[in-house]
């Protein structure tokens, strides 16, 4: 399963939620002020931009936001909010590509480095935030930690949440370090949809040792975007990498 397959027209019509979910005032105002306090007045760029969940608002409140993002179907949703010289994107992987100027932000956020199946690609993925960074520029990085103890010696399978109308479940293939997400989704009528995505679970120390391999210092790291104390039960975390001031 390839990125760019996975984010087709239909999934990209499907994430967007308006005022529910992730774009619930509650989930998404933290992270927007949160995001603004990183930025500190200068430019942000967005990997991974998608629909423009976050870049949207943002915006918004007055913060410069550039985008890069593999799908076309998620950039022409976005397009259907914001025109291409408020939010300019770039399209392409957020492991390579380049965008032009530099940057005081990066921003990756809801788990999203971990659709990078490599280690090779999750470290590239910083060396490449560091090139859009300007000294003391910071990369900040939402992830989940992978749920392993909820894993029992022969069992593949996790179901993560589960009520009326949607089953959600992760396959694991702990060798590789890899999970498949499935999101079964159940209609009145009787008709279910399924939704897979592949991802790349990384350990919180692996993606430290990522960020010094790109040369930056781990600023902080908290359980939420709200700045809760990170605990070994905490379920995801918000870090924040920053470069030398040179």
């Not at 915006?59 to 025109?83: F, Y």
């Not at 010696?153 to 702990?174: C, M």
């Amino acid at each position: 399963m390839r990125q760019n397959q996975i984010w087709d027209t239909e999934a990209a019509r499907s994430y967007d939620t308006p005022g529910t979910g992730m774009f619930a005032p509650e989930t998404l105002d933290p992270v927007l002020d949160r995001l603004a306090e990183l930025a500190d007045g200068g430019r942000v760029l967005e990997f991974a931009i998608g629909t423009g969940r976050v870049a949207v608002p943002l915006v918004r409140r007055g913060v410069p936001v550039t985008g890069i993002e593999l799908s076309q179907p998620m950039i022409d949703r976005l397009r259907t909010k914001a025109d291409a010289t408020t939010i300019p994107v770039v399209v392409g992987d957020m492991a390579t590509t380049r965008a032009p100027g530099t940057f005081q932000l990066v921003c990756l956020v809801y788990n999203t480095i971990s659709n990078l199946l490599t280690q090779a690609e999750q470290v590239a993925c910083f060396r490449n935030a560091a090139r859009h960074l300007a000294p003391g520029g910071r990369f900040v990085i939402e992830l989940w930690v992978p749920e392993l103890r909820k894993l029992p010696p022969g069992q593949q399978a996790v179901v993560w949440q589960s009520e009326t109308g949607y089953i959600g479940l992760d396959t694991y293939d702990v060798l590789r370090q890899r999970v498949v997400s499935h999101h079964f989704r159940f209609d009145g009528d009787g008709t279910s949809q399924v939704f897979r995505s592949p991802h790349r679970y990384i350990w919180p120390a692996e993606l430290d040792l990522m960020a010094e391999l790109a040369g930056f210092e781990l600023e902080s790291r908290h359980a939420d975007w709200q700045g809760g104390g990170f605990t070994a039960d905490s379920r995801s975390h918000v870090s924040v990498y920053r470069l030398p001031h040179g």
